[in-house]
């Protein structure tokens, strides 16, 4: 069975282990994508012109006439002192030829006080410029930047979400090969100490409490070897966490919600529960987002929510607008946490539902904890710190991983050419000595 589990190890580990290692990396890196993204780009994220703020709606009509192939999807309806207005945008349909317009920019930023284009970009592009780097690193987190094709949008996210249910599976696959073998006895200092010169046999726990260290002056392999187990066993549960909060997020719809509504209730969601349609035919509203704000805030109000409205985003492909309601800066630093939205069918204004931190089902809160755990929110500022940590944590598994996967190899190659050798040296000397005919 050990032998089994080793080869299944091995080849879990040299699947995952190059796309693991760069969401390593780029998550201990993108738990601070806010702060980075400001600090590389001021003149993105700083307002220059004081003076009275425009409204809202103001800003997205400014913003659609100057390019009319575009419709504002997202805008804030608060804005934070000091900086631009943060708008994302989608490409219209083009009338003439059916399909969307080709739009080179999804995000724009927009001086509130005057109204004025700070900057375009395109969030998530295949760059490293300093305008595109945080984008760029937190899309190839959760999707390794796979093209969308075939009209679907998520092979990316279908892709990541794979290699989460493989690295689950194989956290417990490596836990049980840190194990000391059944009635093994110590002999080489590889599992653990020496066995004392009586001969004594040392209990369990002295057998494995080895994998658990890093010995100081090893070898390299043996420091490798080291590093990933005593890593992986100290901090099993956070990696398992980190392996089944990616499935949850990349896989929410095609696996996670269905098994969890088998297992509990979970309460419908318009976003989740409706078909989406085709990505070159978005539904378009009927409903105003000035309507759609009177009609949510109508709901708050009858609800007691104190929190004032932030934030609106229409959702071409549901045809559902959803207006979120929360205190300024709780949007980006809370992991969604204190973030309450109420669902507007877009065409009738009929109230489809919405999400409220920390209400509903158990299943309903599982739901809701999985990006918070996953990106160190749940925790604050400490959280973040630690799941930065764990970045680099699974990228040093991963790195140490293929490293000994080479070792070994390189070990099992060189025995099966001597092994190779030794048999034809051998064969060579048992073959009968074949004399030359002599004749008269």
Not at 65 to 88: C, M, R, S, W
Not at 117 to 145: C, Q, V
Not at 393 to 421: D, M, N, P
Request: proline share 5%.
């Amino acid at each position: 069975m050990r032998s089994i589990f080793t080869v299944a190890h091995r080849w879990a580990g040299l699947f995952i282990g190059v796309f693991l290692f760069i969401a390593g990396l780029t998550g201990a890196v993108i738990s601070w994508d806010h702060e980075l993204d400001e600090w590389l780009n001021p003149h993105l994220f700083d307002a220059k012109a004081t003076g009275t703020p425009l409204s809202p709606f103001e800003l997205v009509r400014r913003v659609e006439a100057a390019d009319p192939k575009i419709q504002v999807t997202f805008f804030p309806l608060t804005y934070e002192e000091g900086h631009n207005a943060k708008l994302f945008v989608e490409p219209r349909v083009n009338p003439a030829t059916g399909a969307l317009h080709t739009v080179a920019y999804n995000q724009v930023f927009v001086e509130p006080a005057s109204g004025e284009i700070a900057g375009r970009r395109y969030w998530g592009a295949i760059s490293l410029d300093t305008e595109n780097l945080l984008p760029f690193l937190y899309k190839l987190h959760y999707s390794m930047h796979i093209p969308d094709f075939w009209g679907i949008d998520r092979w990316g996210l279908w892709f990541m979400g794979i290699v989460g249910i493989v690295w689950m599976f194989d956290c417990f696959v490596g836990f049980y090969l840190t194990l000391p073998r059944k009635g093994a006895q110590a002999t080489n200092g590889m599992d653990a100490d020496r066995a004392s010169s009586d001969g004594a046999r040392r209990t369990w726990w002295e057998r494995w409490k080895p994998a658990w260290k890093i010995k100081r002056g090893a070898s390299a392999y043996r420091l490798n070897l080291d590093l990933h187990r005593a890593f992986g066993l100290w901090l099993w549960m956070m990696l398992f966490i980190l392996a089944f909060t990616s499935i949850s997020m990349n896989l929410n719809n095609e696996v996670v919600r269905p098994i969890l509504s088998r297992l509990s209730t979970l309460t419908p969601d318009a976003f989740d529960d409706r078909t989406p349609a085709a990505l070159n035919k978005p539904i378009a509203p009927k409903l105003s987002s000035e309507q759609a704000l009177e009609i949510a805030s109508g709901i708050a109000r009858e609800r007691g929510w104190v929190e004032p409205a932030g934030s609106i985003f229409y959702g071409r492909l549901h045809g559902l607008f959803a207006v979120s309601f929360f205190q300024p800066g709780d949007d980006h630093g809370s992991g969604g946490m204190g973030v309450k939205m109420i669902f507007l069918d877009g065409a009738t204004g009929a109230h489809q539902g919405g999400r409220v931190p920390w209400k509903g089902t158990a299943a309903d809160i599982f739901m809701q904890l999985q990006f918070p755990l996953h990106s160190g929110r749940i925790a604050g500022v400490p959280g973040r710190a630690f799941l930065s940590f764990m970045g680099l944590v699974v990228a040093l598994l991963s790195a140490t991983g293929i490293y000994i996967w080479f070792k070994k190899r390189g070990a099992r190659l060189s025995r099966a050419v001597a092994q190779r050798e030794q048999a034809e040296f051998i064969e060579k000397r048992q073959a009968p000595i074949r004399r030359p005919l002599v004749t008269d």
